[in-house]
């Protein structure tokens, strides 16, 4: 692997040795999310969401390409992402009081949000960031709920969604920062475990929370997980070299579905646990796997949902002789140009 691949505990090889200890702002027991809890989710969300398939590709299918790759096809999810999955579990599995739910999102977390509320029969208001594409936020408008513009990037609106629960009493959705919604997420693998043969799973990263769920189903099955992220939203890479969550300037051509400023402290355990590996790409390696992407398998990802791949596209990350590969295609919440 090149430069661009890291242990999250050390060097780049498979047999990376321990970093740093990841601090615990709370209790172990609270922070962490297991197999069990991904489990229980998926009894719980299976209902609701959609179970989706798996495209097998052989050698030489993309460009570079060398060994076989499975790609989960998650953009087909109900509202257009995974994100459904965490939004349905922590609606179903917390008392939502009478002012509804609220939460912050880049516009896929709001989407699905916004879906799950409308399904369930709960008034949402959804907190967005300038930097939302039109075309994300007219999918939360078009499932009902009220939409509030709230500052230039994700924290942002966050902050504001915040305000506006204390304020209201209304449900917290949080985007990745809680364990249900976390476990929710983490059911993308089990159904890939289901349908694949795998040894390393990609997964991109903005706030960590898909990635940390898939982790949890993973890890205890001796899976490896790989966390993508491209370098103007290195949030998780920054928690790596630091030990802990720390905030960075995020921009560039995935900010709105992985522009997290900081990685979540409910992920980051989860992915510290499972010793994941951190994977970070260019925009441009990124605007290839789409392009890749759509001529050989007519899938139309979003930039974050391309992103996991880029890693393998560019060389940053290179799989050893033999090892099966799976790359989580996340989300295509997006007007193709």
């Not at 999955?85 to 977390?109: C, E, Q, T």
């Not at 942002?156 to 917290?172: M, N, Y």
């Not at 969550?245 to 402290?265: K, Q």
Request: glycine fraction near 12%.
């Amino acid at each position: 692997m090149n430069s661009g691949m890291v242990g999250l505990f050390g060097d780049a090889s498979h047999a990376a040795r321990t970093f740093r200890a990841v601090p615990r702002p709370r209790s172990i027991r609270e922070l962490m999310v297991t197999e069990h809890d991904v489990l229980e989710a998926r009894r719980r969300i299976a209902p609701y969401v959609r179970r989706t398939p798996v495209l097998e590709l052989e050698p030489g299918a993309l460009p570079g390409l060398d060994v076989p790759l499975v790609l989960k096809l998650e953009f087909l999810q109900r509202s257009g992402s995974f994100k459904a999955r965490g939004a349905f579990h922590h609606l179903l599995a917390a008392a939502v009081p009478p002012a509804g739910v609220a939460a912050a999102s880049g516009g896929n977390h709001g989407g699905a949000v916004a879906l799950a509320a409308r399904v369930l029969g709960f008034r949402a208001r959804i907190f967005v960031p300038a930097t939302s594409p039109a075309s994300k936020v007219g999918r939360i408008r078009g499932y009902g709920a009220e939409v509030v513009l709230a500052g230039a990037v994700y924290a942002d609106a966050r902050a504001a969604a915040l305000e506006w629960v204390r304020a209201s009493g209304a449900l917290d959705v949080p985007a990745f920062e809680d364990p249900r919604v976390v476990a929710g997420q983490g059911t993308v693998a089990l159904e890939l475990l289901e349908d694949a043969a795998v040894d390393t799973v990609l997964v991109a990263v903005g706030g960590g929370g898909l990635a940390a769920g898939c982790a949890a189903a993973l890890a205890p099955r001796g899976i490896r997980l790989v966390g993508v992220e491209t370098e103007k939203t290195s949030s998780f890479r920054a928690a790596c070299a630091r030990g802990e969550p720390v905030d960075v300037e995020v921009s560039g051509l995935a900010v709105d579905s992985l522009g997290a400023r900081r990685v979540g402290a409910v992920p980051f355990a989860v992915l510290a646990a499972a010793r994941a590996g951190s994977a970070v790409v260019t925009d441009e390696a990124v605007r290839a796997a789409q392009r890749e992407l759509w001529e050989a398998c007519r899938v139309d990802a979003e930039p974050g949902g391309a992103t996991a791949l880029a890693a393998l596209l560019s060389g940053v990350y290179r799989p050893a002789p033999g090892e099966r590969v799976a790359v989580v295609v996340s989300g295509a919440n997006h007007l193709r140009g």
